[in-house]
């Protein structure tokens, strides 16, 4: 019995003095917090790490068309539009610009004395050429959108660290994903600014829900390129692994929260601006949800993630990445992100007056899911660019609700006592007599 006893205390203690859970809502954007028009890093940078560049599994057949573009049916989507006309910003790793890629600058948040045409990563060229890659008649691969203007804008690099900084690690605010953060939002700002209709983040910054981050900035750059300067923002879903711990599913017993914002506990940014932006999950050749791509309540669509085939720094067809211990299949969220940013592009190309807000619509409306609905793993499906080219779909809100941090009013002031005088004081040797104004002016009267 002692023992029974002495168990349910430590039980009791363990409770009480277990973190209390928390719980998240979608966030909320504070307008007046936009960041300035400013390229550059927050401090200076050095390279550490050796540049990287894509490569190619032995024996590869680049003659045959990816099969995300079969599964797709790209070739079909560009009888009805390529992209022509329309800017595509890529916030990303820097793009190595080729024919076949042919970005231009649009400015550098790694090195200041970058221009945003060098990928030390293997990423942004990849991202650029699956959403505007350029045919040519030696292989099968084609861009999404291959009439599209392109513009990099270099905002992270693995190879590139700050200099000297320090890091308080019981301030989450002062991390390098904070600095991320902040550095993002500048460059969404500077996209808008430069006349990008779209805005390709293939990047996820993933934190605890225990340990916020101050993303004022984020929101409100996210705001102002959607709602200010009109740009479609196209986000990743992130990837699994060390910082990104899978999201649990939505909990059935809560039908008031069927997305399962209560049960979120890694916070996927910008991924988690949706509906302001449309955050992109990866499937498989099978259809299936990756196993790698984040989950969550944000989930607007799916794409293609897995196997890919993109163009390399000078223009020829790579599907490989240099892992450690030998060549990997090039995989990931930030790739089925640049499958919706083509679409997004060839859907501002064919229907030019729709709002950022209609042309998510247009593709979550028109994509394929299996069960039907939308779930948190490929949010309303797959993308199907020839539905959304073509079918008769209802505009929707030219805008997107969300939630405006609210201003507390400012403490009243009394005003000043500018009301009639009716007293005054006269001074005589030694006497104050007060008067009422009437009383002395029925005096001057009588006088008179």
């Not at 590869?60 to 560009?78: G, H, M, T, V």
């Not at 301030?171 to 990008?196: F, I």
């Not at 699994?240 to 899978?246: A, E, I, M």
Request: charged content about 15%.
């Amino acid at each position: 019995m002692t023992r029974f006893v002495v168990l349910l205390a430590v039980l009791m203690l363990a409770l009480l003095s277990a973190p209390p859970a928390v719980a998240i809502e979608p966030p909320t954007i504070d307008p007046g917090a936009v960041p300035p028009d400013e390229t550059g890093p927050d401090g200076p940078t050095e390279q550490r790490r050796v540049c990287s560049a894509p490569t190619s599994f032995p024996n590869s057949n680049f003659a045959d068309k990816p099969w995300a573009n079969d599964y797709l049916r790209i070739a079909e989507a560009q009888k009805f539009a390529t992209g022509a006309g329309v800017t595509v910003a890529v916030i990303d790793t820097g793009v190595n610009g080729s024919p076949r890629v042919p970005a231009e600058p649009g400015g550098d948040f790694v090195d200041q004395a970058g221009n945003g045409l060098s990928d030390c990563d293997s990423h942004g060229t990849l991202t650029a050429s699956i959403i505007a890659g350029r045919p040519a008649p030696t292989d099968g691969f084609i861009g999404v959108a291959p009439d599209a203007r392109i513009l990099s804008l270099r905002q992270t690099s693995e190879a590139f660290q700050p200099v000297g900084a320090r890091q308080d690690p019981n301030d989450p605010n002062t991390t390098q994903t904070a600095g991320s953060l902040r550095s993002l939002a500048r460059a969404v700002v500077h996209a808008a600014n430069m006349g990008a209709q779209v805005i390709n983040i293939s990047e996820a910054a993933c934190y605890k829900v225990t340990r916020p981050i101050n993303e004022a900035s984020l929101g409100a750059a996210v705001n102002y390129a959607t709602n200010v300067k009109g740009a479609v923002i196209i986000v990743a879903a992130g990837n699994t692994g060390q910082d990104c711990t899978q999201n649990p599913p939505p909990d059935p017993s809560i039908p008031a929260d069927p997305r399962g914002w209560k049960q979120v506990q890694t916070i996927v940014s910008p991924a988690w601006y949706s509906p302001l932006v449309l955050t992109v999950g990866g499937i498989g050749q099978n259809g299936q949800p990756s196993n790698f791509s984040m989950s969550g309540p944000w989930l607007g669509a799916a794409a293609p993630a897995e196997n890919l085939m993109a163009l390399g720094y000078g223009g020829e067809p790579i599907n490989a990445l240099q892992g450690q211990d030998g060549p990997i299949p090039i995989s990931g969220t930030s790739f089925a992100a640049a499958y919706v940013s083509g679409l997004a592009a060839l859907l501002k190309q064919r229907f030019p007056n729709l709002t950022p807000a209609q042309i998510i619509n247009r593709i979550t409306a028109t994509a394929r899911h299996p069960g039907g609905g939308v779930d948190n793993y490929v949010g309303a499906g797959v993308i199907d660019p020839v539905a959304a080219l073509t079918w008769d779909v209802p505009e929707g809100p030219k805008t997107v609700p969300y939630k405006v941090k609210q201003l507390p009013p400012p403490p009243y002031v009394p005003p000043p006592d500018r009301g009639p005088i009716t007293w005054v004081v006269l001074a005589g040797t030694g006497l104050a007599l007060a008067l009422g104004v009437g009383a002395l002016a029925r005096r001057a009267l009588r006088r008179r």
